[in-house]
């Protein structure tokens, strides 16, 4: 088994791992605060408002989000909990505990939702996932077909001896442990056998429509092996078995200073990221506790970390049951984005020049973004196209524009981040087309993420050379725009178009940057100008007019910002922050945070809006941002936030993106002084208010 490689160092002072708060504020745990979200996101899952495949959906979400929290988070307090020069084992310690208690509530409540509550309603509407004591004579024969022709022949059950040692478990892979009776075919007594489920097969399979004749029919591979596990051992008889599914350590770690190349060297980690640490073992609930602790003892997996669950091991194949089920009434109805009036068939170049475009996604089509990247790449007077990329997908038609550029011979320059989780393959695989068509391919800064959305056209027009940008709050991703909340701003502004050609100039040269009078760049100046904007409403307040600050985030944990808030409230300055997941503020401490307030809104979209608001005497400063308000993204990645110039836009802004989830009543959470959040609920019909459903409504015919 390989070691874990990954260390981490020291928090640094003001980071969210180093001390807590202090004085009489009781500081939110990381790990805890992360996964209160997933209570919320549960939530949406028992919501009876919610059509009953989107609560499937719901449920199939917080499996992947407990997923990633033990591969990234569980593992690195772990690897941390083994160092001798973190923070004090006993503290990590407490923390694993508590976030291990929290896991186990969360995960019972999850299964007792799917099997009480979602699984029962589906029924009664005509979908079924069978169990094997649930299917009718003609049903199992269907299934034993399907087993033998599709099933039985991809298997290798594997009978443990000294010659057929443990097998090696792929990360989150659908396994089987057997304990048999007898002997084998040689006259020994190998009581454990290993099966692995192919990878190549559905985890969930329809039953032909005239065996379901009322409805819709589903069985799950795991239950179509388990009906069938006795025939893989003929002459033995299967005494127990149960499903597993292991968890691994998947934080891919290269050492940045010693490698000549970085991607050559990420080819290499991606390898073992199926073979990291394991951290996790999932079983069925009536795992025998003999093969549970012999499964503990394989994967040196402390029994705190065993999770025993009413259902298949992996919740996150349910998703392919809500993809087959043709019942379009128990999904929310379709939502097609607006393309922007303004936009259709004109130059877009032109367009562009003449006023800046405010984009909001997804209730506004992203085509436009796709569009400014195909045009430059087809304009002949387009020269050099640069841009960043964080997230993009395996397939992605504004790459293709990309490469499409640069094999018609413009400068084009991409900067790939190939740390970006999970994503590391596609961009590598975007990386290497980039590259054979001509392009200048880097990978940002060692040591630092490039997490900037950002995309620059240089093309020649009468005077010479005119900057295009476009800067967004979200990832250059075809799939997750079409239900992430996100904003993006083209313009020609250039004031703003060429401090980004700056900012690119920095990342590619190394050279440092140069003073920038618009965009707020991190690690160099995106936390002191937030720092600085929060005390100047601080002074204002203290000159005795109005301090306001409104804030919308994915997670908010730098303690800088926040004793920084705490300070601006303690002056008097109104505070609405609407952070949608981990928030180590505590909002209505009296005397510490009285004027603050923080709401998380889990709706239909996933919010990933990033939007800084200063009142500063009635300026009404507004910035858009790739950044979160946290240690990692202030000080660790290169993260821009940029300004919303246009008095219109800026009331777009306002009235889109901050205003209404303000007035959230449905969507809502609001975060108690103790870190508890509460639903909050419409006094009546008349107030039931969702943000997202009427930008849904207001958008359709975009504002010019």
């Known amino acids: 088994m390989p070691k874990d490689k990954k260390m981490s160092k020291k928090p640094a002072a003001g980071s969210p791992d180093a001390a807590p708060l202090g004085g009489n504020i009781i500081y939110l745990n990381r790990e805890l605060s992360q996964l209160a979200f997933n209570r919320r996101v549960l939530a949406q899952a028992e919501n009876v408002a919610v059509p009953l495949l989107e609560r499937l959906k719901y449920l199939c979400i917080v499996s992947n989000n407990l997923d990633e929290f ?68 003609a049903q199992r024969a269907w299934v034993k077909q399907y087993f033998e ?23 989150k892979s659908l396994n089987f442990i057997v304990e048999l009776s007898g002997k084998d075919a040689f006259g020994r007594g190998t009581a454990i056998a290993i099966l692995k489920a192919p990878r190549v097969l559905p985890r969930v399979i329809q039953l032909p429509p005239e065996l379901s004749k009322d409805g819709i029919s589903f069985c799950l591979l795991s239950s179509i092996i388990h009906a069938h596990i006795s025939d893989l051992f003929p002459g033995r008889d299967v005494l127990a078995y149960s499903q597993f599914r292991v968890t691994r350590n998947s934080d891919l770690w290269v050492d940045e200073e010693e490698v000549k190349n970085l991607r050559q060297a990420l080819q290499g980690e991606l390898q073992s990221r199926n073979f990291g640490v394991a951290v996790r073992l999932e079983v069925a609930k009536n795992c025998p506790p003999n093969l549970a602790e012999f499964l503990l003892q394989q994967f040196s997996i402390d029994k705190s970390r065993l999770y025993a669950v009413d259902g298949p091991v992996n919740m996150v194949r349910l998703s392919e049951l809500i993809d087959h089920a043709a019942k379009p009434e128990l999904r929310f109805p379709p939502y ?37 990247v195909r045009c430059a790449a087809l304009d002949p007077d387009v020269v050099a196209i640069k841009q960043t990329i964080y997230r993009t997908g395996m397939n992605s038609d504004l790459m293709e524009s990309l490469i499409l550029a640069a094999q018609r011979g413009k400068e084009v320059t991409v900067i790939v981040e190939l740390m970006a989780r999970f994503d590391e393959e596609a961009n590598i695989n975007w990386a290497d087309r980039l590259e054979r068509a001509g392009a200048q391919v880097v990978y940002g800064v060692v040591g630092l993420k ?22 967004g709050t979200g990832n250059y991703h075809p799939s997750t725009t079409k239900f992430y909340t996100d904003f993006g701003l083209m313009t ?25 009078d618009h965009l707020w760049l991190a690690p160099f100046t995106l936390q002191k100008e937030l720092i600085k904007a929060i005390r100047n409403e601080a002074r204002i307040a203290t000159l005795g007019r109005p301090g306001r600050i409104l804030a919308k985030m994915n997670a908010l944990l730098d303690e800088s910002v926040i004793r920084a808030l705490y300070a601006a409230s303690a002056e008097g300055v109104k505070i609405d922050l609407i952070v949608r997941g981990a928030c180590a503020l505590r909002p209505g401490v009296p005397g510490l945070s009285d004027n603050i307030r923080v709401r998380s809104i889990v709706g239909r979209f996933l919010e990933h809006t990033r939007i800084f608001y200063f009142r500063n005497d009635l300026a009404h400063d507004v910035y858009l941002s ?15 936030a940029f300004p919303v110039i246009d008095p219109a836009l800026k009331k777009r802004v306002i009235n889109e993106g901050l205003n209404p989830y303000l007035k959230d009543t449905l969507n809502a959470w609001e975060l108690d002084s103790v870190g508890n959040y509460h639903k909050r609920k419409p006094r009546n019909k008349l107030s039931a208010f969702s943000a997202q459903q009427s930008l849904m409504r207001l958008l359709g015919d975009p504002p010019e």
């Not at 997804?362 to 796709?370: A, D, G, I, N």
């Not at 900037?452 to 240089?458: D, G, N």
């Not at 790739?626 to 990692?632: G, I, K, Q, V």
Request: glycine share 2%; with cysteine; net charge neutral.
């Open 70 to 137: 033990f591969e990234v988070r569980i593992a690195s307090l772990l690897a941390n909990n083994q160092a001798s020069e973190v923070v004090e084992p006993p503290a990590l310690s407490a923390a694993l505990a508590l976030a291990g208690a929290e896991c186990h509530q969360i995960v019972e409540h999850q299964y007792r939702v799917l099997n009480e509550v979602v699984l029962p309603q589906l029924a009664k509407e005509g979908i079924y996932l069978l169990r094997d004591q649930d299917r009718n004579d």
């Open 149 to 171: 022709r599709e099933v039985r022949p991809l298997l290798t059950p594997i009978g443990l001896d000294p010659a057929h040692p443990f097998p090696q478990v792929v990360n």
């Open 336 to 372: 097609v984005p607006a393309y922007p009036s303004r936009l259709s068939n004109v130059d877009l170049f032109a367009a562009i020049r003449r006023q800046d475009v405010l984009l909001h996604h997804p209730f506004q089509s992203f085509q436009p973004v796709l569009d400014f």
């Open 450 to 471: 490039t997490h900037a959305k950002l995309a620059l056209v240089i093309r020649r027009e009468e005077g010479g050379f005119r900057y295009y940008a476009h800067l």
């Open 492 to 516: 020609a502004n250039p004031a703003i178009a060429t401090e980004v050609n700056e900012v690119f100039m920095h990342l590619t040269s190394l050279t440092k940057p140069k003073k920038l």
């Open 626 to 640: 790739s950044a979160d308000w946290m240690n990692r993204n202030l000080f660790r990645r290169i993260e821009v």
